[in-house]
T-cell receptor
Framework: NAGVTQTPKFQVLKTGQSMTLQCAQD?????MYWYRQDPGMGLRLIYYSASEGTTDKGEVPNGYNVSRLNKREFSLRLESAAPSQTSVYFCASSFQGNGEKLFFGSGTQLSVL | SQQGEEDPQALSIQEGENATMNCSYKTSINNLQWYRQNSGRGLVHLILIRSNEREKHSGRLRVTLDTSKKSSSLLITASRAADTASYFCATDAKAAGNKLTFGGGTRVLVKP
């Protein structure tokens, strides 16, 4: 039982490059989320998808786009990476959303030089 | 903006001792959750306490919630080296659109 799978685990980009972080869950969850984690800041919500076909902005959406490809997959795209986007990115899912417990992937450590 | 603020930021104890960490929040909540994060890994859900509950237990974990003080505490009893991790509280509040908001975490080191 894989749970939430994120790829890649590590990535180094140059300023201005683009990339897509992939996330898939096999728990038949309706809601999926992207968070970023910076030292001392806890986790901040970037975007979420309450259900297949819907996406909404979280607390820090600037510089990011998302796609809910199907019920299983939720990708995060950086169109033009900036050093301020250096962070650890986590994908998470929950069955219905609305404050339920989250299941997290193992994270992607991204460095933008 | 961070809804939950953990205290202390870091904690070092000997194996077998109890570890207590606190979480304060700003607005009314539906529930409060605690998560653990081992170094280099994702967060793992530990326990959820609803706003109408005052105390909850799960194994060696005890969580209390005081809605009048807008605070919660997590107690780990008889700590083990494997409890070394960061612990985060997360609140579900209507003001945040019922999306979880995480605090900055408490780093716990349990020395053997």
């Amino acid at each position: 039982n894989a749970g939430v799978t994120q790829t890649p685990k590590f990535q180094v980009l140059k300023t201005g490059q683009s990339m897509t972080l992939q996330c898939a869950q096999d728990m038949n969850h309706n809601s999926m989320y992207w968070y970023r984690q910076d030292p001392g800041m806890g986790l901040r919500l970037i975007y979420y998808s309450a259900s297949e076909g819907t996406t909404d902005k979280g607390e820090v959406p600037n510089g990011y786009n998302v796609s809910r490809l199907n019920k299983r997959e939720f990708s995060l795209r950086l169109e033009s990476a900036a050093p301020s986007q250096t962070s650890v990115y986590f994908c998470a899912s929950s069955f219905q959303g609305n404050g339920e417990k989250l299941f997290f992937g193992s994270g992607t450590q991204l460095s933008v030089l | 903006s961070q809804q939950g603020e953990e205290d202390p930021q870091a904690l070092s104890i000997q194996e077998g001792e109890n570890a207590t960490m606190n979480c304060s929040y700003k607005t009314s909540i539906n529930n409060l959750q605690w998560y653990r994060q081992n170094s280099g890994r994702g967060l793992v859900h530990l326990i959820l306490i609803r706003s109408n509950e005052r105390e909850k237990h799960s194994g060696r974990l005890r969580v209390t919630l005081d809605t009048s003080k807008k605070s919660s505490s997590l107690l780990i009893t008889a700590s083990r080296a494997a409890d070394t991790a960061s612990y985060f509280c997360a609140t579900d509040a209507k003001a945040a659109g019922n999306k979880l908001t995480f605090g900055g975490g408490t780093r716990v080191l349990v020395k053997p």
